[in-house]
Each structure stands twice: as structure tokens, then as C-alpha cells.
């Protein structure tokens, strides 16, 4: 069983939505010794700024009336479909940012969705295809406190993935990553602590799934 994995942090040592991916991809390893992963970096290596515009353009004239950034956008969407519906099992490594989604994440969606194949009036190619959405929050967002509904990432991104993309999806949240860092939070200790622990069994949970899907489908 293939796997595509993206992460849009643009840490790389020290970054928690890394750290719960490797454990979702460690149960999903065991259940696939030597299987494929296809590898996308977009926090650290993210797409043109200028790719979207161009895709969008060049994708509605005949390839011979393309300019040369046209035509390389045009490719460029191509491509980062390939690696979405050539895999069996997908991985999403995404983080809140600024209280939204990851600009780097987002610019890959949309140049993605350029993509005859992706776009709206089609029927998606990834429908039905098991995945695991983790998501990280410095804060905590969830319901009773102080910011709650100031996430607004997490509801786009699973719009995408499930309602768009119709995968089989499940989540991995951990809240308070800033926990230690930010003296400010310093008093969450060990509710922090908890929700890690938390996050971490969700990822071995949902890897263990992601890794046997396609034999318990």
C-alpha cells in the first residue's frame, strides 16, 4: 500500500505536527514493510507563489498558446496530482497558523484543484481513500474556552479533504503545543501533558488503520 504524505510546518527539528505524523507513518510502516511514500514538503519547500494564477490561465487555453510559466504551472498541478491518486493511503501533517490555514498548505490545494481532474463538476479520484488529517494548535480553540471558534483552519481543511476530496478521513488533534515555551501557558502543564498523550494514541490508532485499510476494506 502506497503512501502520500505532505507536512506544511515550516519547521523541521521541533515541529509536534512532524512528530505525530512519523508516529502515524511508523504504524502504517509496520503494517507496510518496503511500500512506497511519496514525500511532500510544502512548509519548507513550498510551491511558486505565482503557480496558482498561471494554472488557472493556462489550463483554459490550447497548450500551444501557453506561455512558458503557464506551461509550467499547468505541469507543476499535474504532477502534484499524480502523487494524490497514485497513492492508496495519504497523510496530511498540517498546523495552525495565525489562527488559519498554512498559507503553504493552502497554495497547494488550490494549484492541486487546477487540475481537470480535481475540479468541481468531476468525480473526485481520491473518493473513498483512507487518510489522517493531524493538526497542531499552539492554544487551545476547543469548545468552553476563552478563543474558541478563532480556529479557522481545522473546518476548511476537513471541508477539502472529506467534502471535496470525499476521503475516508480521520483526525489527530493535539492543542497547547506553545505549552513550555510560552510562559503565558505555563499554568496548562499538565492538561497539556494529557492532550499530548492524548494526540499520541489517536496516531497510533489511526496509523494501525491507515496501514491495514486496504485489507479490512
Known sequence: MSLFRLDASIRVAGSASRELADT???????????????????????????????????????????????????????????????????LFAVPLYNF???QHFKAWVDLVITDPRFSGGAEPPLAGRPAVLVTVHGGNYSAGTPREGWDH??????????????????MVEREFTLVGVNPALDAFGELAAELKAGAERAAREHGRRLGGAREAA
Open 24 to 90: 502515524v507513518e511508523t504504524e502504517w510502516r509496520a503494517q507496510n514493510p518496503g511500500a512506497p511514500v511519496t514525500r511532500r514538503h510544502v512548509g519548507t519547500e513550498p510551491v511558486p507563489a505565482g503557480a496558482w494564477a498561471a494554472a488557472v490561465v493556462g489550463s483554459r487555453l490550447p497548450a500551444q498558446h501557453r506561455t512558458p510559466e503557464q506551461a509550467e504551472a499547468v505541469a507543476l498541478a499535474a504532477l502534484l496530482a499524480d502523487e494524490l491518486i497514485e497513492a492508496e493511503a495519504l
Open 100 to 102: 488559519g490555514v498554512s
Open 153 to 170: 483552519a481545522t473546518g476548511w481543511i476537513r471541508r477539502i479533504l472529506e467534502d471535496v476530496w470525499r476521503l475516508d478521513l480521520r
